[in-house]
């Protein structure tokens, strides 16, 4: 069974109209991503939630902002796409770091969704 | 910034051999190690994790973790055509992930 949920699977956006991007996780994760990856590229951390705790990467342009209405739940939004924007974006969730021994300090993705910016 | 840094290959083995795969990465007090299969157009999958130095088996994979040296490897024992992926290694610290940009293996039949 699915523990790390990501819709839609591929999105399609035209230039500059605003898309929000999904995630939903079973594990009750108090940890959620979200990065960005490109082809042959390292997975981008783009920021991260610890429970409500918002965390930005330097790096992150302001047209990437995301919610975490829940524990289960984390949203991304991009404001205004450009045709870099596209790109597979990667949900994922882990436990706190404290238990670094433990399968618990795993990280889980999503499926990923594809987002194309026409 | 953490660097973490593998060859991007492409790592070329016959079907049948050991495929062995290298990371290195920049943070001495890095706690746990990890590494992900991706194929082309899907999302990571971990393979295994490490913490402690040495090895660590899991059927046909074997981790090797060098604290001292700073680097960590994977063996793939007995490589089949479906090993054929990207791998990722990642380093935990606290709650961030640290990526290498992946090795790509090609495993011919």
């Known amino acids: 069974d699915a523990m790390v949920i990501q819709n839609p699977r591929y999105q399609v956006t035209q230039f500059g109209k605003p898309v929000t991007l999904s995630c939903s996780q079973t594990l009750n994760h108090n940890v959620m991503y979200w990065y960005q990856q490109k082809s042959s590229q390292a997975p981008k951390l783009l920021f991260h939630?610890?429970?409500?705790?918002?965390?930005n990467e330097a790096d992150t342009p302001d047209n990437f902002q995301s919610r975490r209405p829940n524990t289960s739940f984390c949203f991304l939004d991009i404001r205004s796409p450009g045709l870099g924007d596209a790109a597979m974006y990667l949900c994922?969730?882990?436990?706190?770091?404290?238990?670094?021994?433990?399968?618990?300090?795993?990280?889980?993705f999503g499926a990923g969704t594809r987002l194309s910016v026409l | 910034q953490k660097e973490v840094e593998q060859n991007s290959g492409p790592l070329s083995v016959p079907e049948g051999a050991i495929a062995s795969l290298n990371c290195t990465y920049s943070d001495r007090g890095s706690q746990s190690f990890f590494w992900y299969r991706q194929y082309s157009g899907k999302s990571p999958e971990l393979i295994m994790f490490i913490y402690s130095n040495g090895d660590k088996e899991d059927g046909r994979f074997t981790a090797q973790l060098n604290k001292a040296s700073q680097y960590v490897s994977l063996l793939i024992r007995d490589s089949q055509p479906s090993d054929s992926a990207t791998y990722l290694c990642?380093?935990?610290?606290?709650?961030?992930?640290?990526f290498g940009s992946g090795t790509k293996l090609n495993v011919k039949p």
């Open positions: 990642a380093v935990r610290d606290f709650n961030k992930f640290y």
């Open positions: 994922a969730t882990s436990s706190g770091p404290e238990n670094y021994q433990l399968a618990k300090n795993i990280q889980y």
């Open positions: 939630y610890y429970d409500k705790d918002f965390n």
